[in-house]
Every structure is written in structure tokens, then in C-alpha cells.
């Protein structure tokens, strides 16, 4: 069955550190790949999303992916984390059925920030 | 344009009463999924509309879940009786048709059950 991993459950780093999540995702010669932010309270938001072209893909707050078909990955990356980053980040790809499309969800990876 | 709207935004019943929940998606979107996340476990698929059919309903926890979007625009997803493990978070999304079309989410009804 397609699926979402992601790894840890829980990462932190300090302020103004690199920040990598990493994201598997199985089955599926192309995926469409998201990445999505829910903060402490808040709804789901958007980072990026990877469909097809270039591998490597920019979003919003400074956020960047990188899929590689090779290592079945889609990993989150920010070359400097801000304490306003401290949120639960999801990847998720959206899979085909006889109904249409339905997005599934990783486990989620819940990052800290430390001063 | 106006994105995913929820109401309501946050409720707090007690164990056995009714809660429904409205969705409205974006304008256009044939679309509409409901979702869950409960006690910060993962975000689980709960069913899938497209216009005013559900395509897939498999992740509705059991019969006390009853979805409707009649007319094929805002949906409503009926809890009753709720039960304690109902708290959490419930989101809506919206797409177009196509593989290719982001699915878009609200900002989610969050529900406590007492």
C-alpha cells in the first residue's frame, strides 16, 4: 500500500541552526509530494508541494525540498530555524483510487526550538 | 479568494450530545475531504466527496459519523452521540478535479467532548 514515513517524532534544534525532516514514501512511480505546518492552535498550512520538473522545490518561511526518486525521499530543509518554526510538520502525497485522489499523512514530526 | 471555512472553530459538548460540523469549501472545488486528528496522533482521512457523492467513506470511525453535502457545495459532518475519544481536530480540504490540484484545508473544528 502507498504511505508516508516520517522518522522521527520529534526534533530539536537551536535557534539559527540547519533544520532537515526527513520524509519516505513508498509505491508510486510519481509521486505528488506536500509538506504541511500545523502550529501549536492553528490549521494546516501549506509549505511546498513537488509534482513533477525540478527536484529541488522552494516554498514559504524559507523552506526548501528535495525529492530523490532514488532514495524514495522528500526531506524538509531550512538553512536557519527561527523560534517561530517550533510546529508539527507533516509530509504527505496524495494517491489514486477508483474514486478519485485522497491526500494521506506521515505521523507528523514535532520540532523544538531551544535558544 | 476566500479559502476553506469551518464552523465551528472550536466546541466543547458533553458526552452523548450532537455536534455537527460545517465545511465550506473553496468556490468551484468539486472535491471536499474530511479529516481527523485526534490527541495529536496522525491526521487521519475520514471520507471523500466529489460534488454531492461520496466516493470514499471508509475512514468514518463507526455509525455515530454521519457526512452530507447536499447540493455538492458546504458539507456538514454530524457527530451523535459523541463519545470521548471524538476530541480532536477536524479538517476539511478542498480541490479541483485532477490528480494535479492541491488539496487546500481549513482551519479545522476543534471539538472537546466532556
Known amino acids: 500500500a502507498q504511505s508516508v514515513t516520517q522518522p522521527d517524532i520529534h526534533i530539536t534544534v537551536s535557534e539559527g541552526a540547519s533544520l532537515e525532516l526527513r520524509c519516505n514514501y513508498s509505491?508510486?512511480?510519481?509521486?505528488?509530494l506536500f509538506w504541511y505546518v500545523q502550529s501549536p492552535g492553528q490549521g494546516l498550512q501549506l509549505l511546498l508541494k513537488?509534482?513533477?520538473?525540478?527536484?529541488l522545490v522552494q516554498g514559504i518561511k524559507g523552506f526548501e525540498a528535495e525529492f530523490k526518486r532514488s532514495q524514495s525521499s522528500f526531506n524538509l530543509r531550512k538553512p536557519s530555524v527561527h523560534w517561530s518554526d517550533a510546529a508539527e510538520y507533516f509530509c504527505?502525497?496524495?494517491?489514486?483510487?477508483?474514486?478519485?485522489?485522497?491526500?494521506?499523512f506521515g505521523a507528523g514530526t514535532r520540532l523544538f526550538v531551544k535558544a | 479568494e476566500a479559502g476553506v471555512t469551518q464552523f465551528p472553530s472550536h466546541s466543547v459538548i458533553e458526552k452523548g450530545q450532537t455536534v455537527t460540523l460545517r465545511c465550506d469549501p473553496i468556490?468551484?472545488?468539486?472535491?471536499l475531504y474530511w479529516y481527523r486528528r485526534v490527541m495529536g496522533k496522525e491526521i487521519k482521512f475520514l471520507l471523500h466527496?466529489?460534488?454531492?457523492?461520496?466516493?470514499?467513506e471508509s475512514g468514518m470511525p463507526n455509525n455515530r459519523f454521519l457526512a452530507e453535502r447536499t447540493g455538492g457545495t458546504y458539507s456538514t459532518l454530524k457527530v451523535q452521540p459523541a463519545e470521548l475519544e471524538d476530541s480532536g481536530v477536524y479538517f476539511c480540504?478542498?480541490?479541483?478535479?485532477?490528480?494535479?490540484?492541491?488539496?487546500?484545508f481549513g482551519e479545522g473544528s476543534w471539538l472537546t467532548v466532556v
Open positions: 509505491y508510486g512511480a510519481t509521486p505528488y
Open positions: 480540504a478542498s480541490s479541483f478535479q485532477g490528480r494535479g490540484n492541491t488539496i487546500y
Open positions: 466527496f466529489v460534488k454531492e457523492s461520496k466516493q470514499d
Open positions: 513537488y509534482f513533477s520538473g525540478d527536484t
Open positions: 504527505a502525497r496524495t494517491v489514486p483510487y477508483t474514486g478519485g485522489f485522497k491526500t494521506i
Open positions: 468556490s468551484g472545488h468539486d472535491n
